[in-house]
């Protein structure tokens, strides 16, 4: 989330109670978390183990819960027992709970020709463009973006929140909820069928490109980076943070796992599961899904153990 | 889809700027893809490849980009440069766009003493039996057709469009939506869970059979055909065309492919995929969904790969 | 269900016109089904291969279709062709169907600090906390009880009826539903992503623990009981009446079967199957789901199968 203008350190540093050090006179652009962070922005640290990670990143200004650390040149640091809170609480100075008096919010710009059908739910600062159509029942949340020639079939929500939780086990409740301040951007001439969920980035944005076309009750988590031209068929769920280049093809009930990469024009077939990155332009099969003919191969020697056992155990 | 009346080919080929060749003075009863497509309707083929499919189909009169070819006795071409253009031209002209000023339609029919929960969308020309209870946030689009005693519960979608494009990977936009004017026809006694989605035929109808019963979150393909008093458990996905016969069983997660058939009182095991037809009156499980005995025994034989591997390279 | 105050079984035998044996003076306190009965209940049983379950639950009114059987002390048998008829003729009387003139019931219960935004429908009786987001195009149905701190995301349903019939396949309907009449608890600082559905107890109820987090298009089925600060990624799966234990976390689209248990801190991997039991403290994968580092050496293992037949088969 870039502030709407620059915001002076010193200020932050009093809102969230911490102690400048460092580059004191700097203001900052944005808040983000440690993935999408931009010089310029704040980012946060809590845990020893990510301390070099976060001071590393191009985090320019970092709120940490130690002194114990070289500031490393022309950042700052802002030291505060609790860096998770400090962040919550200016995410909601920026993103404060305006109440909705309407199921179209009147900060809602909405383009030519596009026919929004009823019980549809538009949040705050929403911008739909031209030529597009949404189904009842739809949700788009705050702040998200959608381009020209969109439909979004029924019940289908557009920006649900992240589901990134600071975990912690030593406590009465394990996850505490990292607000989302992030987006989704919807590319022209996108196509999303009905009882989809696609979720905000955290702070950043998830993106659907253009001209990608999903069936019925996809998921797609928060960070999400899907190309041009993409086919997604029915109950495919993708994680968070993962990118998926153009012409990417998963058929139904694939699952993607978070901070992967498929790359372009790959073909993932039905109910397959990926745990980790895929080269584009082949076509997989399987759990782990792997090069769809030798995994056929695969089916077809297990199949033949039987044979094996009775040469080798009955002679 | 049927017109309303039968329309002359004359006035077709005009509105579609195409060459009449053949039977010309006769008249189109409807517009129907080429599986669906009955005797007197206009179908469209635009690839060399399924001229002759197309040709010798049940289709009489052929919207198609050639005149190179022999028109069968009785039939009639209209021959155009973008056949795909020219079947939304048509479906458009049938079916145009009609703004929804309230959240059920005053072109919707409702039968007695049934129960519509409030926040329910229910679209032109829907008609609903007696005795149906449609729970709240339920969206059922234009033309759907439900029967007596049908349970509909929250959030759930019928008639949203078909996943059927026009897909060309020479151009920008690779996808083009196959406008959906077929509707969904679900029969009496049928109950139908929460967030589930069912859509529309393209141009002929989804259908759902008397006291068929569907858990939460099914997907249920364009076009397909389910039998009498099925199970679905929760989270099955079904793609288009699919034929399942009376009395199947289908258990959470399953799988099913396109244009296949699943047999009378088959069931098939929780998460299991099936890539193609079944014969009925037995139990499947995995993928692809073999005999379920066969495929446990898989299972076991996977287990003793290690005590093979012993004997043989070890002695 | 239990009744609003202690209800005459005299009274009760008469409303479903059966034949009163037994402690005929006593009141009922309420209603279940045959595995949530408690003392002071009616259930019913109408197969003789369930008589003596029923006859031993903890069941103390038993609707029953024969008289040849031994009432045990202090109980008290209800005879009549058809329990299962008489079961719904109870439940709805206890439960009629009261029609809803609003979006959200004059008689629910909502805390101070709840928001409720657009196009939400919370039926009768239904009880929501402090401090509760509801985000638009959530469905409540009546009757459930949501604590303090709740986030509900949109499209959301909570207390669909149970999926749970009574099947006999020697009449034209085979499926007859068992009316609902449980209820969903959601306890404090629970946090429901978009796209869920969560089914009520079928005469019980179905609960999620404190702090347990769910992410989006979560099936959770009837009267199942899910611990504290269970963590369940997008697409998971789980049947009717299992217990799911505290700290369990669920990767993406796992499927669990009905009436098991998972034990306390487990971890089952993405797209792993749980037909049966799992103890708690271990990570499992696959289906059906076992320990994790047995089934990943077993995916190594049938790749070892070609070299295997290669020795054995040529030497």
């Known amino acids: 989330m870039k502030f709407p203008s620059p915001v002076s350190l010193q200020w932050i540093s009093e809102l969230i109670d911490a102690e400048l050090i460092g580059n004191t006179t700097a203001n900052a652009l944005g808040i983000n978390e440690i993935h999408k962070v931009e010089e310029g922005d704040l980012a946060f640290v809590d845990h020893p183990k990510y301390y070099d990670t976060c001071l590393n990143s191009n985090a320019t200004f970092i709120i940490i819960n130690t002194k114990n650390v070289v ?82 079939q029924a019940g289908t929500v557009i920006g649900s929140d992240a589901f990134y939780y600071n975990g912690k086990k030593d406590r009465e409740i394990w ?62 769920g993708i994680a968070g943070a993962t990118t998926i280049e153009d012409g990417v093809t998963l058929w139904g009930q694939v699952g993607v796992s978070k ?30 899904a792997e090069d769809a003919s030798v995994k056929r191969r695969e089916l077809v020697w297990v199949k033949r153990i039987p044979e ?8």
């Open 71 to 152: 500031v490393p040149t022309g950042k700052a640091l802002l030291v505060t027992k609790q860096p998770f809170e400090a962040y919550l609480k200016i995410v909601e100075h920026f993103r404060p709970f305006i109440s909705y008096t309407k199921q179209i919010s009147d900060t809602a710009t909405i383009g030519k020709n596009t026919i929004i059908m009823p019980n549809v739910f538009i949040g705050h600062n929403v911008t739909i463009g031209n030529n597009c159509i949404i189904h009842p029942n739809v949700t788009i949340m705050d702040y998200c973006v959608l381009g020209d020639n969109v439909v979004i």
């Open 175 to 236: 996850f505490k909820k990292m607000k989302s301040c992030g987006t989704v951007i919807i590319e022209d001439n996108v196509e999303i069928g009905a009882g989809c969920t696609i979720d905000r980035g955290v702070t950043h944005e998830t993106r659907i490109g253009k001209g990608t076309i999903i069936d019925n009750m996809v998921h797609i988590g928060h960070d999400t980076v899907v190309g041009k031209n993409c086919l997604f068929a029915a109950q495919v």
């Open 259 to 288: 901070t992967l990469t498929i790359g372009a024009n790959a073909v993932v077939l039905a109910q397959s599961g990926v745990p980790s990155s895929l080269k584009g332009d082949k076509t997989y099969f399987g759990y782990p």
């Open 308 to 315: 094996l056992w009775k040469k080798v155990m009955e002679g």
